[in-house]
Every structure is written in structure tokens, then in C-alpha cells.
């Protein structure tokens, strides 16, 4: 999901509290635009998402009656290049280099661990990810049920004929 033309997301939970959290990041990411007339960083975008998720249980008009249920992935790139951050439902965020959330992600994330290097390029960042995916989904990979995007260095969500492509190279 785009946050901004630098900045991407994918979820895990919740999917109606992740979209409350990317509206969150959306406004915010505007108004950073139009205040200073640059965009906003990627990790200055999370931790605007993760003190919103904090605010559970304070005493304002805000106050929600639960946490967040949602982790994200919050891609982007900006002045200090590519970067990748991981948020649970605490509000906690830490930055990484490759993540995995949702059904499957122990597995995939120690492949992801045991394959990721820094010179990847992104069509072999690409291959490695699908057939990390393709090991944990219990059906087929196709491009009705995978989504791809990146954000390089602007976000870019893959048409499926483009996540064809990619698994064709499996």
C-alpha cells in the first residue's frame, strides 16, 4: 500500500486498522511535505505510525478502546537511501534489512536471513523473496493471490503481468 511516492507498506493483521494506520501516515507525510517543502523520512514516517499506536489507553479524545491488532513493513527511500522498518502492535519499531510477517514468517524469515545480502540486485531481490514466499503459502503462487511492489526510489505496486514475470523466473 503507497504511504507516499517514496514510501510503501505491506501488512499483517487487521487489515481495517492497518488502513487506519497508512491514512495516518498519508496525512502526515502531507503536511510534512507542505510545512518544510520535503518529503518526510522513512523512519520519521514509522515512528509518526508507532506514536499513534503508542497513544492507546491515554486519557484524550483520541483514546482507543484496543490496540492496533496490525505489524507492518514500512519500505522506503529517501536522502539516506533504501530502508526497511518493522512496527508491531506496541508501537515499537526496528530497522532491518529483509523482514517477514504474517503465516509462515519464522521460516521465512531464516531463509530470508541465510539468503539477503547487501549487493543483491533487485531482480535477484526479487526471485529471492517469491521463492522464499512459494516455500511457506500453502497454494500456488500466482498473480491473484501475490502482490509485489517497490520502492526504488519511487513505489512502484507490480501489474500482474509484471508478478508473472517474476515467477516465471522461478
Not at 6 to 25: F, K, N, P
Not at 117 to 130: H, P, R, S, V
Not at 146 to 170: F, G, M, N, Q, W
Request: hydrophobic share 35%; proline share 4%; charged share 20%.
Amino acid at each position: 500500500m503507497e504511504i507516499d511516492e517514496h514510501i510503501g507498506c505491506a501488512m499483517s493483521g487487521l487489515i481495517a486498522d492497518a488502513r487506519t494506520l497508512v491514512e495516518h501516515a498519508r496525512v502526515e507525510t502531507q503536511n510534512h511535505r507542505f510545512s518544510y517543502g520535503e518529503p518526510m523520512t522513512v523512519e520519521s514516517t514509522t515512528q509518526a505510525l508507532c506514536d499513534l499506536a503508542l497513544r492507546f489507553g491515554e486519557g484524550d479524545e483520541e483514546s482507543m478502546s484496543r490496540p492496533f491488532g496490525v505489524s507492518l513493513l514500512i519500505a522506503g527511500h529517501d536522502e539516506n537511501g533504501p530502508s526497511l522498518y518493522y512496527t508491531d502492535p506496541s508501537g515499537t519499531f526496528w530497522q532491518c534489512n529483509g523482514k517477514a510477517i504474517g503465516s509462515g514468517s519464522e521460516g521465512a524469515d531464516s531463509s530470508l536471513q541465510e539468503q539477503y545480502n547487501k549487493d543483491l540486485t533487485l531482480q535477484e531481490a526479487e526471485t529471492i523473496a517469491l521463492s522464499i514466499l512459494k516455500q511457506v503459502m500453502e497454494e500456488k503462487v500466482t498473480p491473484n493471490n501475490v502482490d509485489i511492489a517497490k520502492v526504488a526510489p519511487t513505489y512502484h505496486l507490480y501489474t500482474p503481468s509484471e508478478v508473472e514475470a517474476v515467477i516465471t523466473r522461478l
